[in-house]
């Protein structure tokens, strides 16, 4: 069975770093994509950044050149480093997996990254 977790939120200030884990059960060799969500109370969860099994990825235009999706299959763990965190980056950030195509059909539970001004 599936279960993807993640790792690595909390407070910092502005102009800070994260790096987000989330780590799969199960081997994530067997997802063509694994992506990072993220969502604010009373707002949809939206796309954050994207990654493929052979390492192509693609970002919200909010979060280009801040933000690096990556993943090591051998690990069975995905990362999203995030630099240069800004107030509007707060929320709660979720790994998701697919099989093939967004959206995934597997979610972790979240985790909070707030960031203050």
């Known amino acids: 069975q599936v279960r993807l977790v993640e790792s690595g939120g909390g407070l910092v200030q502005a102009g800070g770093s994260l790096i987000l884990s989330c780590s799969a059960t199960?081997?994530?060799?067997?997802?063509?994509?694994m992506a990072w969500y993220r969502q604010i109370p009373g707002k949809q969860r939206e796309l954050v950044a994207q990654?493929?099994?052979?390492?192509?990825?693609y970002y919200v235009d909010s979060v280009k050149g801040r933000f690096t999706i990556s993943r090591d299959n051998a690990k069975d763990t995905m990362y999203l480093q995030m630099t240069s965190l800004e107030p509007e980056d707060t929320a709660t950030y979720y790994c998701?997996?697919?099989?093939?195509?967004?959206?995934?059909?597997?979610w972790g539970q979240g985790t909070q990254v707030t960031v203050s001004s």
């Open positions: 998701g997996a697919a099989l093939f195509t967004l959206p995934p059909g597997y």
């Open positions: 199960g081997s994530s060799r067997s997802f063509a994509r």
């Open positions: 990654i493929t099994r052979g390492g192509s990825s």
